[in-house]
């Protein structure tokens, strides 16, 4: 089960090294030695994605050519993946602007930012982009981008709780979405279901801008004492380095540099061995052994595996305790005895955790791994500084041959930097001209209700149910609210009821027409359906999905939306804790729309005052009355209904006041304190009439409305109910509380509106003088979209599970006996052809030549011609370990 | 004196801390019981969660039918002993032969999550006696494998034997035969059950408090138990 620590007694490798070239291979490993005496031997630095400046400086730092396995490490840590070093220089100001707070932990830097909530509790909250291996493997991609994330919250010492998705897709009906989407769909639910972690929450976005690209961001929450705070600090020479969790495999080598940090050609589908693999099975029991470790305070430092595997996970250690390591590569136990040094440093296998440990506990932690039927092994010891008070070096060595000397913040801080020239994209003055608010409107009842019923249907707008069912949410008892609200509630605390609520907003469009005020609107959009549960907004992550940062315009755009976020949380007072960013999301020349994803968590004292969107049954003749609060104006340029009805994107979105927001949220919570509201439901997506559906359909309670008399008359109607203006809620109050309510609202300086009644008995939608729909008509409208675009490929995952059948891939596996599945026979099994013999897939972008062994291709993979194959396992789970191409890193330094 | 109530853990139980809630709300002791550890620490009655067991590797339920713990419960069972298995636990019974049949995949294919109506059909059982015959409750269901399957003549026996405990109402969630949703040994004290009563306990977690009369008829059976 483990690997004794002393080297005298440790295992020696289980399986010889073969003849042939792996062996070759071995025998002429790059050392150190070597490397000092050639100086002049060609390295492939280039295709490894480094420039001649960066590959110099390299040479400069070590005074030497770098051996090979150096050179890999230092390729991906120095990737804008690992080392953000095109967005650095903007995202300092998340720290230069960031408000006062008392509640920061942790903060930027971190593996997650960390918040104090209690005087005991604390809660770890962060969101990042598993974009690309989504699209290459939508299944393995999605999974292992939920597993990334949840390490990360494991790594603060906090247990994961809740984990939410925001996903967008291509056009919903274009045939690669019905490939993308259900993968997705499966992987986030096949891996969170099955580590028993509730979905609270996220987004399902449609457009033709991801349809080469679509985006996958996980966030996951963590709850922890606030003294059981983990540090990632390898301190303390002597203490002893213990990697725990998977064996470590081929899969995902070269997936920070080759996958992350490339855009998407011809040849994408001949990385798929660079996606990594996920075992939930493996990463649960992780949690637990981490959990009884932090408990029993037996490690003195902790960090995941995650982008970059064990490169950067030794080199962060030991940089941000400037000590040094001593490490015997060989100790590492594999899946593939053939692993050569650079290999092992660059695998991305998932569900793995780097330790140090006092000598002194180490038997203690490997009995606590072993209780939990995980692999723990003692790889090397911290060493201590040079005397001169020079940080310490990283010294690998492979079989008795020193293949690495480096120093280890060289690779984590002295990456390169670069202020990329900017440039507003030359058509951004001519679509801000485009005005939305000049396209036809609909001005008659009739036209009315028909763009009412098309709206709820449109893709963007439907009913979510088809994907969120898919997902756990009652998992561990604390889920109070989630989808389709407009937040997750997570209750943290049984006896006191103390809770957090958390919601993920983004809009594509609003960012493409003004990035600046774009991402604004989505830190608005995400505070205030905080807010609406009655909770206070505390603390911001995000995840920042953009293009390439060598095209101006992009970078322009991505300056902008930092600018715009780091302002407005100084506006609304709170801190960005912690996020992610996320290049390169473009097909050949195209990017993406910039897509700043905002996540904002708030407190609620007490979750049984939390407020839900739905209208609430009352007893017959009883109703609430509905209040629209903030003011609403002609503003359409951007809107989905100029999208959907004029496939129309321009003009400038809609005006912002984080001011407004900051008082229409103190407002909502204190109404929810006193018990004036019964519900309250955002308004953003579709406006008004988008979220008197939902609210009417939440819980079958219909309403009559009144348009106020400034609406009436021609297409005024239409604007009062598609406007997509901010700082708007939709709130139904009970009767005898009305007074009170509004007399708050003017304390707190709100404007509101008295708009019309429920109509618990009535059954129907009613817009008075405009037009009724019934609930049934509403509900039918609302949730066939979903189930009626990707029911057939439910069809089609029938059809691959009966040829299946006999050559199924999923492995038994026992606590005692991890599984074991060779990745590049699980990646290049979905895309075998029929009548093709089933080949090796060999990585396209491996540096050096590693020999990949063609053993566990299975024989019938040739049956398998889609991406439903991983999802045919036993509740979606396709065995074996992977990794993500997320750093583990500390993003947004 | 206050029931005790064991919940196991296997590698890979999830919903074992809401099974403990649900039986500390109903009013009894939770005791955990552990998977490597036969030992049944003196319980009155075992509630096996659901999650996935083992990965839920192999097949689900498979493996944890060989723990330790299993060979206790299959022995202490076939005394008397009551045992409920929810979700997984249900595959568990299953694959342990206490209860007849499978579960296997969902024919839609998807995992599926949803409040479900169930009509509770045998009230009989130790842990359906708090309920009325025909009695329709609500209780989320979340499943990837809840698809119950028996030979013909096996579910004529059940239906005959009125050892269908519970029914899918207002759509069958995975494709189970018969639209069953939870069954029960000839004894009565050993039930199987596809939907989680454990997650239908608390008004501002649930969808209902129906769950908890599956936790508080076990009481009322071991009060009426002879000792």
Redesign the interface.
Same mark, same amino acid.
């Given at each position: 089960m483990t690997t004794h620590p002393d080297p005298a007694l440790r295992e020696t490798p289980a399986v010889a090294p073969q003849a042939g070239p792996a062996d070759d291979w071995a025998r002429g490993v790059d050392t150190v030695p070597q490397a000092v005496d050639t100086p002049d031997e060609l390295q492939p630095y280039a295709e490894l994605g480094l420039r001649d400046d960066e590959y110099d400086r390299i040479r400069h730092i070590l005074g030497r050519r770098p051996t090979q396995a150096e050179l890999a490490m230092y390729s991906i840590m120095w990737s804008e993946h690992c080392s953000y070093k095109s967005s650095k220089v903007h995202l300092r100001q998340f720290g230069e602007k960031a408000p006062p707070s008392d509640r920061l932990l942790a903060g930027i830097g971190e593996n997650a930012g960390v918040v104090r909530v209690s005087d005991e509790l604390a809660v770890t909250f962060k969101v990042e982009s598993h974009n690309h291996p989504s699209f290459v493997e939508p299944y393995q991609g999605a999974a292992t981008g939920v597993g990334g994330i949840v390490r990360d919250i494991l790594a603060m010492g906090a247990r994961p709780v809740a984990v939410m998705d925001p996903l967008r897709f291509g056009a919903a009906d274009h045939p690669d979405t019905a490939r993308v989407l259900p993968g997705v769909v499966?992987g986030v /639910? /096949?891996y969170g @279901?099955?580590? /028993?972690l509730p979905n609270i929450g996220g987004e399902v976005v449609f457009d033709p801008c991801y349809q080469g690209n679509p985006l996958v961001n996980a966030l996951c929450l963590g709850v922890l004492p606030v003294d059981r705070l983990q540090k990632k600090e390898a301190a303390g020479p002597g203490n002893v380095v213990v990697l725990m969790g998977a064996k470590t495999g081929r899969d995902g080598i070269g997936g920070v540099s080759v996958l992350a940090s490339a855009t998407f050609d011809e040849g994408s589908e001949q990385r798929r061995p660079s996606v990594q693999v996920g075992?939930?099975?493996?990463e649960? *029991?992780l949690i637990e052994a981490c959990l009884e470790l932090y408990d029993a305070e037996l490690v003195v430092g902790i960090q995941d595996l995650g982008g970059a595997g064990l490169t950067c996970a030794l080199t962060e250690t030991a940089a941000s305790a400037g000590t040094g390591m001593r490490v015997w590569l060989e100790r590492v136990p594999l899946r593939e005895a053939s692993m050569t040094p650079h290999e092992i440093l660059a695998s991305e296998s998932q569900e793995r955790m780097l330790l140090v440990v006092a000598p002194d506990k180490l038997e203690a932690v490997l009995k606590t791994a072993e209780k939990?039927?995980v692999w723990a092994t003692a790889i090397g010891e911290v060493t201590a500084p040079s005397p001169d008070g020079q940080p310490g070096r990283l010294v690998i060595t492979w079989r008795d041959q020193l293949v690495v000397d480096v120093p280890p913040g060289s690779l984590v801080d002295d990456g390169p930097v670069y202020a990329r020239p900017m440039r507003e994209p030359a058509d951004l003055i001519l679509l801000q001209a485009d005005r939305a608010e000049t396209l036809p409107r609909p001005s008659d009842p009739d036209a009315l209700r028909e763009t009412v019923l098309r709206m709820i249907a449109s893709p963007n707008l439907a009913d979510k149910t088809w994907v969120?069912?898919?997902?756990? %949410?009652?998992?561990? /008892? @604390?889920?109070?609210l989630a989808q389709p609200e407009d937040s997750g509630v997570i %209750?943290i605390d +049984?006896r006191t009821g103390l809770g957090v609520a958390l919601s993920l907003d983004g809009n594509g469009r609003y960012a493409r027409l003004d990035p600046y005020h774009g991402t604004k609107l989505a830190l608005a959009e995400a505070y205030r359906n905080v807010a609406v549960t009655g909770a206070t907004p505390i603390a911001v992550t995000n995840c920042l999905n953009f293009g390439s940062p060598e095209d101006p315009g992009v970078m322009w755009q991505f300056a902008e939306a930092v600018r715009g976020l780091a302002d407005g949380c100084l506006e609304l007072g709170i801190p960005v804790t912690g996020g992610n960013v996320s290049f390169y999301n473009q097909t050949g020349a195209a990017a993406i729309h910039p897509t700043p994803v905002v996540g904002v968590l708030g407190v609620l004292d007490n979750?049984?005052d939390r407020v839900s969107m739905g209208f609430v049954p009352r007893p017959a003749g009883d109703h609430d009355q509905l209040f629209l609060l903030g003011e609403t104006h002609v503003e359409l340029s951007g809107s989905e209904w100029a999208w959907v009805t004029h496939e129309h994107l321009g003009g400038i979105p809609p005006q912002v006041d984080l001011g407004r927001e900051r008082q229409l949220a103190e407002l909502l919570a204190a109404a929810a304190r006193v018990g004036h509201l019964s519900s309250a439901h955002d308004l953003s997506d579709g406006g008004l009439a988008q979220s008197l559906v939902e609210s009417c359909l939440r819980r079958g309670v219909g309403a009559r409305i009144a348009v106020p008399e400034q609406f009436a008359g021609g297409s005024m109607p239409f604007v009062f109910l598609f406007s997509e203006s901010a700082g708007r809620v939709l709130v139904s109050v009970p009767r005898g509380h009305e007074k009170a309510f509004t007399a708050l609202c003017a304390e707190h300086g709100v404007p509101w509106e008295p708009i019309g009644v429920t109509d618990p008995a009535g059954g129907a939608l009613e817009v008075h003088g405009q037009f009724r729909i019934g609930l049934d008509e509403l509900r039918a409208a609302h949730s066939e979209t979903l189930p009626r675009l990707f029911s057939g490929a439910?069809t089609a995952?029938?059809a691959v599970?009966a040829t299946r059948t006999g050559t199924t891939t &999923? *492995?038994?596996?026992?606590?005692e006996q991890p &599984?074991d599945v060779d990745p590049e026979a699980v990646a290049a099994e979905p895309i075998a052809r029929a009548g093709e013999a089933p080949v090796e897939v060999d990585d396209a972008a491996e540096p050096v030549e590693a020999p990949v062994e063609a053993e566990g291709v299975p024989a019938g993979s040739d049956d398998v011609a889609t991406d439903a194959a991983p999802?045919?396992g036993? +509740?979606? !789970?396709a !065995?074996a370990s992977g990794e993500p191409d997320q750093p583990a890193a500390p993003d947004q330094r | 004196m206050t029931a005790r109530v064991g919940v196991v853990t296997f590698p890979g139980s999830l919903d074992d801390a809401d099974a403990a809630r649900a039986v500390r709300i109903a009013g009894a002791e939770p005791v955990r019981l552990w998977h490597g550890d036969p030992g049944l620490h003196g319980v009155d009655a075992v509630v096996l969660p659901g999650g996935f067991s083992y990965g839920d590797y192999l097949r689900c339920g498979a493996i944890a039918r060989f723990a330790p713990v299993m060979e206790t419960i299959v022995d202490a069972a076939r005394g008397g002993l009551p045992v409920l298995g929810i979700c997984n636990g249900f595959q568990i019974l299953c694959e342990a032969h206490l209860l007849p049949g499978a579960l296997t995949r969902n024919q839609h294919l998807h995992f599926r999550n949803r409040d479900q109506i169930l009509r509770i059909e045998a009230v009989g059982t130790a842990w359906t006696n708090a309920f009325q015959p025909g009695q329709e409750v609500l209780v989320p269901v979340k499943n990837g494998e809840g698809c119950y399957v028996a030979d013909p003549a096996t579910l004529d026996r059940l239906e005959a034997e009125g050892r269908v405990v519970a029914r899918y109402l207002g759509g069958n969630p995975n494709g189970s035969q018969r639209d069953i949703a939870a069954i029960t040994n000839e004894a009565g004290n050993v039930v199987g059950i596809m939907p989680h009563p454990e997650h239908a306990v608390e008004a501002l977690t649930g969808p209902s408090l129906d769950g908890l009369g599956f936790f508080t008829s076990v009481l009322k059976h071991l009060v009426g138990a002879p000792a």
């Open positions: 499966a /639910g /096949g @279901n099955c580590l /028993g075992d939930p099975f493996m649960k *029991l939990w039927g969120t069912e898919q997902y756990d %949410r009652y998992v561990l /008892g @604390n889920t109070v %209750r +049984e979750v049984a439910e995952q029938v599970e &999923v *492995l038994p596996a026992t606590a &599984v999802e045919a036993p +509740e979606g !789970s !065995s | -």
